[in-house]
């Protein structure tokens, strides 16, 4: 009989972008004013989705692929919440697609901050929806051939409200963008955050992103669709990084009638 | 053929067309007016999988005594279509009478209902309010209680409505009465004047109770319940989302559950499967979930639009991994109400998942019973009110239900679906793994414990045992009546909860089951429940009575195979 299993630390490789993403996402939580235990942190499975386990706020690691709808059946229990979401590239782009495309065109008021190392840690290596062209592994084995999908794109397109991307070797940026994102107060925001694995994918290393990655210039307006697109569609040579779109459009939540009472965990009491 | 007892007077009138014709529309015009005259209503509905054509029936049976179930055959059809006609003159009782619309064979009278419409002042489609009309006439009831609903039902329509609805009835009450047919139909008894069917049943009891949210997607013969619940969404305060599928709506009432408040989901055995991975995670993470599962013929798409009890063993162990569940199976209108408040009692009390299990039958059936109470009564959630800060989800527990608090509290509620520690942490700790697995299990014994016992209904040293659950309880119940009245020793044992089971009790009230003949009588090919029971150590082998041709047993049917 084992005495004493490993407790709960992270499970990550050392190196992996994922302790960098805990770091900022711990501080940015704090930086918004948000309040702990009100705070709840929804995942999927992954190796990106074990990220609540190692915070202190109330958790709620679901199923694979299906963080958005149990996310979006607790904001609507109890919009008071802070709902934020972390989960990677597979869960939230490939199990959880279909899902991914309603909460945008909801745009219901979660937070949603994607892993995306384009690859599967936790089943070791093969592709991820965000695979580039031409990535080999033991099942894609004479490399993807089908072009990534562009999460962004299709966010600007559903006109979501807060569009962005970040790099998680750039610690000060993803804080930036977690802040913006955390203190949006209506509407779906998604962070995509590029995130390098260090076991399964050695394309898109530390160093590749470092080449590639480019700070949107400060006179961009986001609420330009048009450009904001422009941006979403840049991948290759220069990979633009920051917040890409905004829309004033409101959040699910306060388009329903029976939520203007107040929360609906607090519509129980009679008389 | 087994006759319909003489000493109650009753008739079955069946309205029958195309989809899209309006045989909907008369039939509830009618199911209202006889229930407000006082009559015992029951009213039953057979309709395919489609929008415009084919072949639909409503059956409205009316009696002076309380009714149970439908019947095969009709005394008075009302063909809106020739081919309805051709499709159901065989299925007309001896001294039965047939109106249609054009004057045919097989003793059919014509009454051209479109044209008596027009001529009548009204347009086509007031062609329903001349057969309504028509029916009142041949069974010599006063056109006064259908006047005065068709006031009702078109008066926000305005005068002009009402005034041509109200010519185009009288000339179909004219024009029939000219014929000289005619029917002995019951008297009025003071019947209850409320017509529930089982689906606005069970959304009256989900609302009251508190439901707030309610995420379905779309599937006969569960849509009903839900359409009820969007209606009455603003009178209660629910939210009514239409989820991209079912694997989303279970879950969001996953974590509208977690966050808080009652949650349930709508759906048919397609809709279930796809469910059945949250539903595991419900029963790993201890939510308390409530899905009304309506039993349609399978496999795959099946019979649509029929009825079918073959859901029953699939519920039961649906969910990868094992964990507790309540099953509950109303056998009528008046049980779907209460059960469903039961089972979203039995899931907070537990902290787990609770299915009812209806078909299209009682879902799509209408009767008139004591009215339902509409007052908002929330159940109790069993909710820590004021958690300590070092509150643990999944403290240890002798019968495995621990305190629940919710998130927004001072308290941490930490939920996985992989294996956790008491404070809901993910663990891989093989200990731990056992000592949470038991902990789950153990709530199975206070399910037990409360589960409802079954109902008799007849002798309880009866030569014959009829076995039901669900929705055969209607029709098993008039075969009892049936046979008593022939002389024959009957009875009825009812389960309107089908898991689990309080084994022992069950056996004590089989008694001398081996003395007797008992059948089991289901809506399936394989008797699934006579199995569980089985498999339950509560009964061996015994007669079956099935049925899975995709429409309802009737009393009469059940009657005559139970004697053969």
């Not at chain 1, 495309?101 to 909801?106: N, P, S, Y």
């Not at chain 2, 969910?319 to 569940?325: A, N, Q």
């Amino acid at each position: 009989m084992i005495e004493k299993w490993p407790g709960s630390t992270p499970a990550w490789c050392p190196g992996c972008g994922d302790f960098a993403i805990l770091k900022a996402l711990d501080k940015a939580i704090d930086a918004a004013g948000i309040e702990r235990t009100n705070l709840v942190l929804v995942s999927g499975i992954g190796q990106a989705a074990k990220l609540p386990h190692y915070v202190k706020a109330n958790v709620f690691n679901g199923l694979h692929g299906r963080a958005l709808p149990a996310a979006t059946g607790i904001k609507l229990a109890n919009h008071k919440l802070d709902v934020v979401i972390t989960s990677g590239d597979g869960d939230m782009y490939g199990e959880g697609g279909n899902h991914l495309l309603h909460a945008m065109r909801r745009n219901i008021g979660v937070k949603v901050f994607v892993h995306n190392n384009q690859v599967y840690g936790l089943t070791k290596g093969q592709a991820s929806p965000t695979s580039d062209i031409g990535f080999v592994t033991k099942i894609q084995t004479h490399g993807v051939v089908n072009p990534p999908l562009n999460p962004l794109a299709m966010a600007i397109v559903q006109d979501c409200s807060l569009v962005a991307r970040t790099f998680a070797g750039d610690l000060e940026h993803m804080g930036e963008m977690m802040l913006a994102a955390l203190t949006h107060r209506d509407g779906f925001a998604l962070v995509d955050i590029l995130q390098p694995c260090v076991s399964f994918n050695k394309r898109n290393t530390y160093q590749w992103y470092r080449e590639r990655v480019k700070r949107i210039e400060d006179s961009h307006d986001p609420f330009d669709r048009g450009k904001a697109l422009e941006l979403a569609f840049r991948w290759g040579d220069e990979i633009p990084i920051g917040i890409i779109y905004r829309s004033d459009r409101g959040s699910f939540e306060s388009k329903l009638p029976v939520l203007k009472a107040g929360p609906l965990v607090e519509q129980l009491r009679t008389g | 053929m087994i006759a319909v007892p003489e000493s109650a007077r009753e008739l079955n009138v069946r309205i029958a067309g195309e989809a899209g014709q309006g045989v909907d529309t008369v039939g509830s015009l009618l199911v209202e007016a006889f229930a407000e005259m006082g009559l015992h209503v029951f009213a039953t509905q057979s309709y395919m999988s489609r929008i415009r054509g084919g072949l639909n029936w409503f059956d409205i049976r009316i009696a002076d005594r309380e009714l149970f179930s439908g019947r095969e055959k009709a005394d008075l059809l009302v063909a809106l279509t020739q081919e309805a006609v051709e499709a159901l003159r065989t299925e007309v009782a001896g001294e039965g009478v047939i109106l249609s619309d054009k004057e045919g064979q097989h003793g059919a009278i014509g009454l051209g209902f479109a044209g008596a419409a027009k001529a009548a002042g009204g347009s086509a489609v007031m062609a329903n309010s001349v057969a309504a009309g028509a029916v009142f006439a041949v069974l010599g009831y006063d056109l006064k209680h259908l006047v005065s609903r068709l006031e009702k039902e078109f008066g926000r329509k305005g005068e002009d409505a009402v005034r041509q609805n109200v010519g185009c009835a009288r000339k179909g009450a004219e024009l029939a009465a000219a014929r000289g047919a005619s029917l002995q139909a019951p008297d009025p008894v003071r019947a209850p004047a409320h017509v529930y069917s089982g689906s606005e049943a069970v959304g009256l009891a989900a609302a009251t109770s508190g439901v707030k949210l309610v995420s379905s997607y779309p599937m006969t013969p569960s849509t009903a319940t839900f359409a009820f619940l969007a209606g009455v969404a603003d009178r209660y305060g629910i939210v009514v989302e239409q989820a991209e599928d079912e694997i989303a709506a279970i879950n969001m009432i996953c974590g509208a559950v977690y966050a808080g408040v009652p949650a349930m989901t709508t759906t048919s055995g397609g809709g279930f499967a796809l469910m059945v991975e949250g539903l595991s995670l419900a029963g790993m993470m201890e939510l308390p979930v409530f899905i009304m599962l309506g039993q349609r013929p399978g496999p795959a798409t099946g019979l649509p639009t029929r009825t079918a009890q073959q859901d029953l063993k699939f519920a039961l162990s649906a969910g990868h991994g094992e964990f507790p569940r309540a099953l509950f199976a109303p056998g009528s209108p008046q049980q779907a109400y209460a059960l469903t408040r039961r089972a979203l009692e039995t899931a907070h009390k537990f902290q787990s998942p609770s299915i009812l299990l209806l078909d299209q039958y009682l879902a799509d059936l209408r009767k008139n019973i004591p009215e339902l109470d509409e007052t908002f009564r929330p159940i109790d959630r069993h909710v820590v009110e004021n958690p300590s800060s070092d509150y643990v989800r999944y403290a240890p527990a002798p019968d495995g239900v621990s305190p629940r608090a919710l998130p927004g509290s001072p308290a941490f509620v930490v939920c996985d679906s992989d294996e956790h520690t008491e404070d809901g942490h993910i663990t891989e700790d093989l200990g731990v793994r056992v000592r949470l697995q038991d902990k789950r299990m153990a709530k199975e014994k206070g399910i037990v414990a409360d589960a409802l016992p079954p109902e008799l209904y007849g002798a309880d040293d009866a030569e014959h045992l009829l076995i039901a659950w669900g929705s055969t309880y209607g029709p098993c119940r008039e075969a009892v009546d049936v046979l008593t009245e022939r002389g024959v020793s009957a009875a009825m044992l009812h389960f309107s909860q089908v898991w689990p089971l309080d084994a022992e009790a069950v056996r004590s009230t089989l008694g001398s089951a081996g003395a007797r003949r008992i059948a089991s009588v289901e809506g399936n090919a394989t008797g699934q429940f006579a199995s569980v029971l089985r498999g339950a150590g509560i009964l061996g082998d015994c007669e079956l009575i099935l049925r899975y041709d995709g429409l309802p047993f009737t009393g009469e049917e059940i009657a005559e195979r139970a004697a053969s």
